[in-house]
């Protein structure tokens, strides 16, 4: 089954989402399951994980409830507060769920770009063992030396990082970001979404040749056993529609082997996530 790693829903708030653009954005809308269904079927998708875009934990209740109604999310990261002296009874409350996976903190908006290695934010990853959970690391390439040293204090915990750090691919620059890349893919507990692309690119102008320096070093730095896809739907729309999303990826993996594409698509989400 190939399993989109990386989406989101929400009830669009022009105030709550503030982020999405204003009115002209084409992301400044409501977007259901009803809507990604049929995305995923026609672009040979049979599941999606659906991954928190608040921080809230009436964010968990909502994505929780639409995975209950709908069986093609298989599993959902959520949010709780890692810096409260009570994560371990918010994580136990959500954790009873089988489709709650993983938690997601949004590192990016955290002016402090050491937010990572905080003592109270710590204590929240390692409550994350206590019940088999799994951490997206959101951030921008800037805060990776903070993520760095997060996975080098938490060796057994499951980190996956999101949106492949978020380089400027718009600007060109690959450094430091690929030797900080090839830092954090040394650590084996690691694995990388290849999602979020586009939205780091000329939204207007992106072509392929744009994305393969950035693709070729996450590809060598991770190997096909330690990556998945996401599509980022629906934020990719503000570079691309779903299947050109996907098209970026697929294009620059056509030479790969049918077992590591289907490892890419599917097969190491299902395992990092624990997605039967």
């Known amino acids: 089954m190939r399993i989109d790693s990386h989406q989101h829903f929400w009830v669009y708030d022009p105030e709550e989402y503030a982020w999405t653009g204003g009115p002209e954005s084409p992301i400044s809308n409501s977007f259901a399951p009803e809507q990604l269904s049929p995305l ?51 994580l136990a409350k959500y954790a009873k769920h089988p489709k709650f996976k993983g938690v997601r903190h949004i590192a990016q908006a955290e002016p402090d770009d ?10 929240g990853i390692a409550a994350l063992g206590e019940f088999g959970l799994a951490y997206d690391i959101l951030i921008y390439h800037r805060q990776l030396p903070a993520a760095i040293e997060l996975v080098r204090r938490f060796p057994k915990q499951k980190f996956v990082l999101d949106h492949i750090a978020k380089p400027d691919i718009r600007g060109g620059r690959l450094e430091p970001w690929r030797k900080r890349i090839e830092d954090i893919a040394s650590f ?16 207007a102008a992106w072509k392929d040749a744009d994305f393969a320096p950035y693709l070729e070093t996450v590809f060598e730095a991770f190997g096909p056993k330690r990556l998945m896809y ?26 790969w082997s049918e077992a590591d594409r289907e490892l890419l698509f599917g097969g190491n989400c299902a395992a990092f996530y624990g997605i039967e």
Request: aromatic share 8%; proline share 2%; charged share 20%.
């Open 40 to 90: 995923l079927a026609a672009n040979g998708f049979g599941g999606a994980v659906a991954v928190q875009a608040r921080s809230s934990l009436v964010e968990n209740d909502y994505l929780l409830g639409l995975a209950d109604e709908h069986d093609f999310i298989r599993a959902v990261v959520g949010w709780v507060d890692l810096t409260s002296p009570d994560v371990s009874e918010q």
């Open 114 to 123: 050491a937010f990572l290695t905080r003592e109270d934010f710590a204590r």
């Open 188 to 203: 084996d507990n690691v694995m990388c979404k290849v999602s979020g692309m586009v939205t780091e690119a000329d939204v």
């Open 230 to 255: 996401g599509s980022d739907w629906p934020v990719c729309l503000l570079g691309a529609d779903y299947a050109g999303a996907l098209g970026i990826v697929e294009r620059a993996t056509e030479g």
